[in-house]
């Protein structure tokens, strides 16, 4: 296992994107309803969130809910949406306290409005903060995110804002709900799955993925460092030749 004193400060990545899976199977182990795992996975947040911070990580993005989420039991949801508004109103002060700022991307309008005021607060109240920023991705999912890119994009076009002819890959970007955010360096997807499900799909065209067997509640600050490890020892190309990236290195 990994700790902080292993990882390379100069080249922390500076947006680290999560995928939590396995709260549900985390449960079924135990014999327990699929709540009980989202109840325990609060741990692996803060771990998480926590390891992001002392590595000045820019942007931390954690895939909360997605709009594929809705479709499932309704208990479930309303236990979730529970959840969301007790962990959002006691973890406030510690983000206050560490410099996190809160910030959220997807369809809000989707929440239930006690669980979308809880969270406008906590943004309000983090605003001011200049450390890492905790993004979560709530009723999110990237084909939802390109659609109302494309709305918006249409709409600007019709109204003479925007010339189509001169819409190229930065003209998209700027129609994104991450267009003030860098494009995930890494991806860490826990519980063993072997997919990125929906998630930020445009901009992790050159993201690095790192998939975990460990099932999220179980997901702790020495993986995260491991992960980081594990993303430190790649060559990141983008496109060019080992060689061309190895003389720019030099």
């Not at 239930?112 to 605003?127: G, N, Q």
């Not at 189509?164 to 494009?183: C, F, G, N, Q």
Request: glycine fraction near 6%; proline fraction near 3%.
């Amino acid at each position: 296992m990994k700790t902080i004193e292993d990882i390379d400060k100069g080249r922390v990545p500076r947006h680290v994107a999560i995928i939590m899976d396995g709260n549900g199977r985390w449960a079924q182990k135990q014999s327990k309803i699929r709540l009980f795992g989202h109840q325990n996975a609060v741990k692996a947040v803060r771990d998480a969130v926590e390891a992001a911070a002392e590595l000045q990580v820019d942007y931390l993005t954690l895939y909360t809910f997605s709009t594929e989420n809705w479709n499932r039991p309704l208990a479930e949801i309303d236990g979730l949406m529970q959840l969301l508004i007790k962990e959002v109103e006691e973890e406030t002060p510690t983000l206050m306290k560490n410099n996190i700022r809160l910030r959220t991307i997807g369809d809000l309008n989707r929440l239930p409005e006690e669980s979308r005021k809880s969270m406008e607060k906590c943004i309000s109240d983090t605003a001011s903060n200049t450390g890492t920023t905790l993004v979560l991705a709530l009723s999110y999912s990237a084909r939802w995110e390109t659609a109302e890119a494309l709305k918006k994009m249409v709409a600007d076009v019709k109204a003479g804002r925007l010339d189509s002819d001169a819409v190229d890959e930065e003209t998209m970007r700027k129609y994104l709900v991450t267009s003030d955010m860098p494009d995930p360096d890494l991806l860490i997807r826990t519980g063993g799955e072997l997919r990125v499900s929906n998630f930020l799909l445009w901009q992790m065209a050159y993201t690095e993925f790192y998939f975990s067997d460990i099932l999220w509640p179980d997901f702790r600050k020495g993986d995260f460092f491991e992960a980081v490890y594990d993303f430190q020892n790649r060559q990141r190309r983008f496109g060019k030749t080992g060689d061309q990236v190895s003389s720019v290195n030099c």
